[in-house]
C-alpha cells in the first residue's frame, strides 16, 4: 500500500510541475507580446454609396484611405473582392506609422443586371487586426 501511495504523490507532482510550466510559459508569452510594436491600420470609411449611375457609364471608382495609427510598418497582405466585379488596387510599400495609404475599388458592372448591389473587399495585413471588410453599394439603373 505505502508503494500505491508515493506512485499517486509522484503522479500528483507531475501534474502540479506541468501546471506551473504552463502557467509560466504563458506569462512569458503575453509579456513579449505586450512589448512589441505593431501596426494597426484605421480606415477613414468602411463603406462607399456610389448611389444611382447609369448602365451606359457601367465602370465607377471610389478610394478608401487608410491610416497606420500602430508604432511598427503596415503591409497589406491581401485585398480580395467577394466577385470579380469589383477589382481592388492597393499601396503595396510598407506604410509607416503616423502616414496614409490608399485602397481603390473599380466596380464594373458591364454584363450584370441593373438594380442595386452589396459588395465586400477582405483586406488583410500584418497588422493588431489582421482582417478588415470594407463594402461598396450602389444603384445601377437600366440604360434608356
Known amino acids: ?30 509579456a513579449q507580446e505586450a512589448g512589441q510594436k505593431q501596426a494597426e491600420i484605421k480606415f477613414d ?4 454609396n456610389f448611389g444611382k449611375f447609369s448602365e451606359s457609364a457601367p465602370k465607377v471608382s471610389c478610394t478608401f484611405t487608410y491610416t497606420n495609427v500602430g508604432t511598427a510598418p503596415l503591409i497589406i497582405n491581401q485585398a480580395v473582392a467577394s466577385c470579380g466585379c469589383a477589382v481592388p488596387e492597393y499601396t503595396k510599400t510598407p506604410v ?7 485602397l481603390k475599388v473599380t466596380y464594373n458592372g458591364a454584363g450584370k443586371f441593373p438594380g442595386h448591389f452589396k459588395k465586400s473587399i ?17 444603384d445601377m439603373e437600366e440604360k434608356k
Open 45 to 48: 470609411k468602411l463603406t462607399h
Open 122 to 138: 477582405t483586406v488583410r495585413t500584418n497588422g493588431k487586426v489582421e482582417m478588415t471588410r470594407l463594402y461598396i453599394e450602389g
Open 96 to 102: 509607416m506609422p503616423g502616414q496614409k495609404g490608399q
Open 1 to 30: 500500500m505505502p508503494l500505491f501511495k508515493n506512485i499517486k504523490r509522484l503522479k500528483m507532482k507531475k501534474i502540479v510541475l506541468a501546471l506551473c510550466l504552463l502557467v509560466c510559459g504563458f506569462a512569458v508569452a503575453m
